[in-house]
């Protein structure tokens, strides 16, 4: 059964009480009325055990430890996975963010953040709460062989599990381009969805391999990246990749684009 957006079990991660009710204000306005707040993470941590929520909605700076670290604590635990989580920060370091986006977080809002941007992150959401409503409809599509490649164990884990929600799941990893390159040496796939910023030889660099010296030059490529620079995703572009997917990863936005390269 659909979860809807006044179903939703929300928890407030968030040391200002002030903040709280004006994020709790924002999802009461949305009809979206479960909704608990804790200061720390590891009143979080504690209050997950007795029942986990849909969403956790959370500050970056908390007294105990950071945001980012809240949500790698559980994504490390097997069982706090399908936890959507919504870092709200006024964070900007694009490497403070880049290990929040690399875990799987479903957005970032920024602090203030504007009622649509919180309307659209609560949609992601759901999207991932409700695989069935993006899951590739077509028969074709079962056996798809896709080529994860991205050096974030973390990373791999969370698009892995938004491919499954496709019914996308015969799926090899690698860490870098270059274990790729020995992979797609032995390996044909379907479909290459890699993230940019790689040790070694990054996504570029692959895309420019897979284009130039692979034998399979025409499969297509999704490059899957928090990059905003323009001059190296032209770059990018340039190299023959099929198209380019930010982070975070959303299942609709991938949906379409998996089915229009397949198609």
Same mark, same amino acid.
């Given at each position: 059964m659909d979860i809807n957006l006044n179903d939703l079990a929300v928890l407030i991660v968030e040391p200002s009480g002030t903040q709280q009710r004006i994020i709790e204000r924002e999802l009461n306005s949305l009809n979206i009325d479960?909704? %608990?707040?804790?200061?720390?993470?590891?009143?979080?941590? %504690?209050y997950i055990k007795s029942g986990a929520p849909d969403l956790i909605l959370s500050?970056?700076?908390?007294? %105990?430890?950071?945001? !980012?670290?809240?949500?790698?604590?559980?994504?490390?635990?097997? &069982?706090?996975?399908?936890?959507c989580f919504v870092l709200v920060s006024s964070v900007t370091d694009i490497r403070q963010l880049d290990?929040?986006? @690399?875990?799987?977080?479903?957005?970032?809002? $920024?602090? $203030? *953040?504007?009622a649509n941007d919180l309307e659209l992150a609560?949609? &992601?959401?759901?999207?991932?709460l409700n695989p069935e409503d993006v899951e590739l409809n077509s028969n074709d599509l079962d056996d798809l062989r896709i080529l994860l490649v991205d050096d974030s164990k973390l990373a791999r884990k969370h698009i892995k599990r938004t491919l499954a929600s496709m019914g996308l799941e015969n799926v090899t990893e690698a860490e870098d381009g270059r274990e790729a390159v020995g992979i797609l040496d032995? &390996?044909? *796939?379907?479909?290459?969805?890699?993230?940019?910023?790689? $040790?070694? +030889? /990054?996504?570029?660099?692959?895309?420019?391999?897979?284009?130039? @010296? !692979?034998?399979?030059? !025409?499969?297509?490529?999704? +490059?899957?990246? !928090?990059?905003?620079?323009?001059?190296?995703?032209?770059a990018v572009q340039q190299a023959g990749v099929?198209?380019?997917? /930010?982070?975070? *990863?959303? $299942?609709?936005?991938?949906?379409q684009l998996i089915a229009q390269m397949i198609n």
């Amino acid at each position: 059964m659909d979860i809807n957006l006044n179903d939703l079990a929300v928890l407030i991660v968030e040391p200002s009480g002030t903040q709280q009710r004006i994020i709790e204000r924002e999802l009461n306005s949305l009809n979206i009325d479960k909704v %608990d707040c804790v200061t720390t993470a590891q009143e979080a941590l %504690d209050y997950i055990k007795s029942g986990a929520p849909d969403l956790i909605l959370s500050a970056y700076y908390l007294s %105990d430890m950071t945001g !980012s670290e809240l949500l790698h604590t559980l994504r490390e635990g097997e &069982t706090n996975q399908a936890i959507c989580f919504v870092l709200v920060s006024s964070v900007t370091d694009i490497r403070q963010l880049d290990a929040v986006r @690399q875990a799987g977080v479903v957005a970032i809002l $920024p602090k $203030p *953040f504007a009622a649509n941007d919180l309307e659209l992150a609560l949609r &992601t959401t759901l999207s991932h709460l409700n695989p069935e409503d993006v899951e590739l409809n077509s028969n074709d599509l079962d056996d798809l062989r896709i080529l994860l490649v991205d050096d974030s164990k973390l990373a791999r884990k969370h698009i892995k599990r938004t491919l499954a929600s496709m019914g996308l799941e015969n799926v090899t990893e690698a860490e870098d381009g270059r274990e790729a390159v020995g992979i797609l040496d032995n &390996t044909l *796939f379907d479909l290459i969805i890699t993230d940019y910023n790689m $040790p070694e +030889m /990054d996504g570029r660099e692959l895309s420019a391999y897979i284009r130039e @010296q !692979s034998s399979q030059s !025409s499969v297509p490529i999704l +490059m899957v990246t !928090s990059e905003h620079d323009s001059s190296r995703l032209a770059a990018v572009q340039q190299a023959g990749v099929s198209a380019i997917c /930010d982070k975070p *990863f959303e $299942p609709e936005n991938v949906r379409q684009l998996i089915a229009q390269m397949i198609n």
